[in-house]
């Protein structure tokens, strides 16, 4: 088992530094002779314990590298192919504590961009930080892609790291704990929900949410379609007719 040889030669190495110090310090308790005394300290002994601990430290680094490479391809193994998620961000209401908690889980440069959002009060004022629904799923969003990031790759959240393209899409970026190719990921937010879509290496997969507000004159989702036919293809419309609505919106999401 590797976590027991691990533990065994990491009390090897203590064992013999503990030694090492109680001889050292406190010579009394050591009943050795003086010839005893001068045998271990002699260069070649210690030399020797020195060389001995040196390759035990890099039989530890070198398992603790086996052992990253195989989580590794466990994870990828056990990872799911594709991920489709929705969050609705009216249910999410942060004390300081947990919004705190989930800010320092995004880089500097996002957590900017998140307390960005200003909106007004209805009482007055402007609403901002997690008393902004704008603020709440943005900041959602990037929760989820860290989320799905780790379970695509098999990494813990903290290992990922996110950079945006020049048009502002969310990557994971390569470093030496991604070693493989990238899942292409995607996420929207707008009103009360926030949508993520995720696929393996090798799939290209996006996703748009949008709250319906419908106008006076649409009396219907169809009225409401029927403002914008060309915007999709036949076949769009056809998976957008036959998707799921979700509960207490217009909202409609493909399966």
């Known amino acids: ?21 109680v001889t050292l310090v406190i010579p009394k308790f050591i009943a050795a002779t003086i010839e005893e005394k001068r045998v271990m300290f002699s260069p070649i002994n210690l030399s020797a314990r020195l060389l001995g601990s040196l390759l035990i430290g890099i039989s530890l680094l070198l ?11 466990h994870g990828m ?10 969050f609705r961000v009216d249910t999410w209401c942060p004390d300081d504590d947990e919004w705190a908690l989930a800010l320092g889980r995004v880089s500097s440069v996002e957590r900017e961009r998140i307390l960005r959002y200003r909106c007004p009060h209805p009482s007055g004022g402007v609403s901002v930080g997690r008393h902004n629904t704008n603020a709440l799923a943005s900041l959602v969003g990037w929760l989820m ?17 996110f950079a945006r393209t020049a048009t502002g899409k969310p990557y994971v970026v390569q470093s030496e704990s991604v070693l493989r ?5 995607s996420v929207s937010h707008d009103g009360i929900y926030t949508v993520l879509a995720c696929e393996k290496e090798g799939d290209l997969v996006g996703v748009d949410v949008m709250a319906i507000e ?42």
């Open 77 to 86: 193994e056990g990872s799911p192919s594709s991920l489709r998620w929705a």
């Open 214 to 255: 419908m106008s006076p004159k649409d009396h219907s989702l169809d009225e409401f379609f029927h403002s914008f036919p060309h915007v999709f293809t036949a076949q769009e419309w056809t998976e957008i007719h036959s998707g799921h609505m979700f509960p207490s919106t217009g909202a409609t999401a493909s399966p």
């Open 145 to 161: 892609l860290h989320n799905a990031a780790s379970k695509m790759l098999g990494l813990s959240s903290r290992q990922v790291e």
């Open 181 to 185: 190719d990238l899942p292409s990921l």
């Open 63 to 73: 398992l603790r590298v086996v052992y990253n490479a195989t989580q590794r391809v």
């Open 1 to 21: 088992d590797l976590v027991y040889l691990v533990i065994t030669l990491v009390r090897i190495v203590m064992s013999w530094l503990g030694a090492l110090i």
